[in-house]
């Protein structure tokens, strides 16, 4: 099963799910975090490119990604877990071109 869910419906599972994770487990989720946003942004920014464009409008590609990482971004914020200071700060650098 996916340890980050990146789809609107599987947020909540995903957080009790996460309480039940090991010690081990948890430590990793900054990074893993960081990770999945990481794919995200490079997917967004591939799709931005590759879409047509009307009047500043994303392709449907670049908009389910970008909902996917709002959704990855509420996960971050809904655990019940204290990360490192800086991996807020990451992940907001990596959602903010997917804002615009």
Do not use: W
């Not at 996460?18 to 990793?28: A, H, I, M, T």
């Not at 809904?78 to 903010?96: E, I, K």
């Amino acid at each position: 099963k996916a340890v980050v869910s990146t789809q609107s419906t599987g947020i909540n599972h995903r957080v009790q799910a996460f309480k039940s994770y090991s010690d081990e487990l948890r430590r990793c989720i900054p990074d893993i975090l960081i990770m999945v946003m990481s794919i995200l942004n490079k997917l967004f920014k591939t799709a931005s490119k590759s879409g047509n464009s009307l009047f500043g409008a994303q392709n449907k590609q670049a908009q389910k990604i970008r909902d996917q990482a709002k959704v990855v971004m509420r996960f971050a914020g809904m655990l019940p877990y204290s990360m490192p200071g800086d991996t807020h700060a990451q992940l907001s650098m990596l959602d903010a071109p997917m804002r615009y």
